[in-house]
Protein backbone atom coordinates (compact mmCIF):
# COMPACT_ATOMS: atom_id res chain seq x y z
CA UNK A 1 0.00 0.00 0.00
CA UNK A 2 1.65 3.18 -0.90
CA UNK A 3 -0.18 6.75 0.62
CA UNK A 4 0.65 9.81 -0.95
CA UNK A 5 0.68 12.91 1.26
CA UNK A 6 0.44 15.92 -0.01
CA UNK A 7 2.04 18.02 3.18
CA UNK A 8 3.67 15.70 6.08
CA UNK A 9 3.27 16.86 9.01
CA UNK A 10 4.95 16.22 12.56
CA UNK A 11 3.06 13.50 14.23
CA UNK A 12 3.19 11.46 10.62
CA UNK A 13 6.69 11.26 10.74
CA UNK A 14 6.80 10.33 14.44
CA UNK A 15 4.46 7.49 13.30
CA UNK A 16 6.37 6.35 10.74
CA UNK A 17 9.39 6.76 12.28
CA UNK A 18 7.92 4.24 15.24
CA UNK A 19 6.48 1.59 12.51
CA UNK A 20 9.61 1.13 10.62
CA UNK A 21 10.88 -0.17 14.07
CA UNK A 22 8.01 -2.08 15.25
CA UNK A 23 6.46 -3.17 12.16
CA UNK A 24 9.64 -4.18 9.68
CA UNK A 25 7.07 -6.42 7.48
CA UNK A 26 4.53 -3.81 7.29
CA UNK A 27 2.88 -3.02 3.56
CA UNK A 28 1.90 0.58 4.04
CA UNK A 29 4.70 3.18 2.30
CA UNK A 30 4.12 7.03 2.81
CA UNK A 31 5.50 9.63 0.17
CA UNK A 32 5.15 12.88 0.39
CA UNK A 33 6.39 17.02 0.99
CA UNK A 34 7.68 18.76 3.93
CA UNK A 35 6.97 21.76 5.02
CA UNK A 36 6.98 22.24 8.76
CA UNK A 37 9.31 19.08 10.14
CA UNK A 38 13.03 19.21 10.82
CA UNK A 39 13.87 16.52 8.69
CA UNK A 40 17.55 16.22 10.55
CA UNK A 41 16.09 15.38 13.78
CA UNK A 42 15.20 12.38 11.93
CA UNK A 43 17.92 11.36 10.29
CA UNK A 44 16.36 11.94 6.43
CA UNK A 45 18.29 13.34 3.55
CA UNK A 46 17.80 13.41 -0.05
CA UNK A 47 19.88 10.28 -0.69
CA UNK A 48 18.55 8.39 2.84
CA UNK A 49 14.81 8.05 3.31
CA UNK A 50 12.76 5.58 5.54
CA UNK A 51 11.66 2.40 3.98
CA UNK A 52 8.10 3.78 5.65
CA UNK A 53 8.48 7.13 4.86
CA UNK A 54 9.64 9.11 1.23
CA UNK A 55 10.39 12.56 1.43
CA UNK A 56 10.21 13.63 -2.59
CA UNK A 57 10.91 17.59 -1.37
CA UNK A 58 10.08 20.53 0.38
CA UNK A 59 6.90 22.95 0.17
CA UNK A 60 6.25 26.68 0.97
CA UNK A 61 3.79 29.32 0.01
CA UNK A 62 4.38 32.53 -1.72
CA UNK A 63 0.98 34.10 -1.61
CA UNK A 64 -2.40 32.89 -1.49
CA UNK A 65 -5.26 32.41 -3.84
CA UNK A 66 -7.20 34.24 -6.35
CA UNK A 67 -10.85 33.24 -5.22
CA UNK A 68 -9.57 34.56 -1.86
CA UNK A 69 -8.16 37.43 -3.08
CA UNK A 70 -4.48 36.57 -1.58
CA UNK A 71 -2.43 35.86 -4.48
CA UNK A 72 0.19 38.36 -4.79
CA UNK A 73 -0.37 39.98 -8.13
CA UNK A 74 1.23 43.16 -9.70
CA UNK A 75 -2.08 45.22 -10.08
CA UNK A 76 -4.80 45.39 -7.86
CA UNK A 77 -7.80 43.11 -7.77
CA UNK A 78 -11.32 44.85 -9.42
CA UNK A 79 -12.99 43.62 -6.28
CA UNK A 80 -10.97 45.28 -3.43
CA UNK A 81 -8.10 47.58 -2.89
CA UNK A 82 -4.97 45.93 -2.50
CA UNK A 83 -2.53 43.27 -4.66
CA UNK A 84 -3.03 40.49 -2.35
CA UNK A 85 -0.79 38.47 -0.22
CA UNK A 86 2.93 38.54 -0.37
CA UNK A 87 3.50 35.73 2.42
CA UNK A 88 7.11 35.66 2.19
CA UNK A 89 9.99 38.73 1.09
CA UNK A 90 12.48 37.77 -1.79
CA UNK A 91 15.61 37.93 0.37
CA UNK A 92 13.34 35.34 2.73
CA UNK A 93 12.55 32.90 -0.08
CA UNK A 94 15.71 33.13 -1.74
CA UNK A 95 17.12 32.17 1.73
CA UNK A 96 14.94 29.21 2.48
CA UNK A 97 14.68 28.16 -1.08
CA UNK A 98 18.59 27.95 -1.07
CA UNK A 99 19.28 26.02 2.29
CA UNK A 100 16.68 23.58 0.94
CA UNK A 101 18.69 23.40 -2.70
CA UNK A 102 22.04 23.21 -1.60
CA UNK A 103 21.04 20.29 0.96
CA UNK A 104 19.61 18.20 -2.40
CA UNK A 105 16.25 18.78 -1.59
CA UNK A 106 13.25 19.51 -4.38
CA UNK A 107 11.59 22.73 -3.92
CA UNK A 108 7.82 23.63 -4.73
CA UNK A 109 6.28 26.64 -4.34
CA UNK A 110 2.43 27.66 -3.87
CA UNK A 111 2.00 30.54 -5.98
CA UNK A 112 -0.96 32.04 -8.06
CA UNK A 113 -0.41 35.09 -8.67
CA UNK A 114 1.61 36.92 -11.52
CA UNK A 115 4.03 38.96 -9.23
CA UNK A 116 4.40 36.01 -7.02
CA UNK A 117 5.57 33.39 -9.90
CA UNK A 118 7.88 36.31 -10.77
CA UNK A 119 9.48 36.37 -7.52
CA UNK A 120 9.68 32.68 -7.24
CA UNK A 121 11.12 31.65 -10.76
CA UNK A 122 13.54 34.72 -9.97
CA UNK A 123 14.73 32.53 -6.85
CA UNK A 124 15.04 29.53 -8.75
CA UNK A 125 17.21 30.92 -10.92
CA UNK A 126 19.42 32.92 -8.15
CA UNK A 127 19.76 29.47 -6.41
CA UNK A 128 20.88 27.44 -9.29
CA UNK A 129 23.38 30.17 -10.56
CA UNK A 130 24.88 29.94 -7.00
CA UNK A 131 24.91 26.68 -7.03
CA UNK A 132 23.93 24.64 -9.66
CA UNK A 133 22.24 21.32 -9.77
CA UNK A 134 20.52 20.57 -12.46
CA UNK A 135 19.29 17.43 -11.41
CA UNK A 136 16.83 19.30 -8.90
CA UNK A 137 13.98 20.38 -10.48
CA UNK A 138 12.05 22.92 -8.40
CA UNK A 139 8.18 23.67 -9.44
CA UNK A 140 5.84 25.98 -9.47
Not at 15 to 25: R, V
Not at 78 to 89: P, V
Not at 98 to 121: F, M, P, R
Amino acid sequence: IVVLALSIQRRIFQHYMKLSIKEPQSDIRVSGVNRLVNLKEFKITPSKNDNYLRIIGMKCWADGSTQGGSAFLKENYLIRNGEGDNSITNNNKFISNKKSHDEGWQVGVHTNGDAAIEIVLDTFQKVQNANPKPELRHRI
